[in-house]
């Protein structure tokens, strides 16, 4: 990972204590980047590693309705600058996408109920084969935003995305001028009402 997007840029110490926690929830491999590379964010802020407990109640929520929960306990491990959510769950280890720029989740039915053979070995390729381009995202010219919305809008906080107002969902068009800095969580909240 650290070959595509660089080494982190930010980076804040996981307590034991979040480590005991999850152990046996998330995979061990998830638990070493823990203690190697703590919370932390990669390229610029464009990728997060996260302590899963601060996305809680904001995946809760998309997940309400969704037939997910009854599948699985899911927990956000990672994140993107444009608000995107990646899950792990802790009973089949299969993951899941919540995407705030489509509106919706993106998961494998069909896999979820799969228990997953070799999760160090599924979290190791995800994050092995992660590249800036998997994190962008393009403008309707075709461009990728990330590099400039860093520019025009600074850099993020671990508690901030960038987001199109109006949504794209709600009519907004996918270029510069309509991006700002937003609170993620107050962010997603108002998304997930708007999908409903």
């Known amino acids: ?25 998330l995979p061990g491999a998830l638990m070493g980047y823990w203690r190697e590379e703590g919370w932390c964010s990669y390229a610029d802020g464009l990728f997060w590693i996260v302590d899963p407990d601060p996305y809680k109640a ?13 599948i699985d306990n899911y927990h956000v491990i990672a994140r993107d600058a ?4 990646y899950a792990w769950g802790e009973r089949y280890q299969r993951s899941i996408t919540v995407s705030s720029l489509a509106g919706g989740i993106v998961a494998l039915k069909s896999q979820l109920q799969q228990r997953q053979k070799n999760p160090d070995l599924a979290l190791s390729i995800f994050f092995a084969t992660a590249t800036k381009d998997d994190f962008d995202f393009e403008d309707r010219m075709g461009n990728p935003l990330f590099e400039r919305a860093l520019a ?45």
């Open 58 to 70: 904001t995946l809760d929520r998309w997940l309400h309705g969704s037939g997910l929960v009854e």
């Open 152 to 196: 025009k809008l600074g850099p993020l906080s671990e508690s901030e995305m960038y987001a199109f107002e109006p949504a794209l969902s709600l009519g907004g068009r996918a270029d510069l001028d309509g991006l700002v800095k937003v609170d993620m969580d107050v962010h997603l909240t108002l998304l997930d009402q708007f999908r409903r």
């Open 1 to 25: 990972m650290i070959d595509n997007l660089g080494e982190a840029t930010s980076r804040r110490e996981v307590p034991e204590a979040s480590i005991d926690r999850y152990q046996s929830k």
């Open 82 to 85: 444009f608000g995107s959510l």
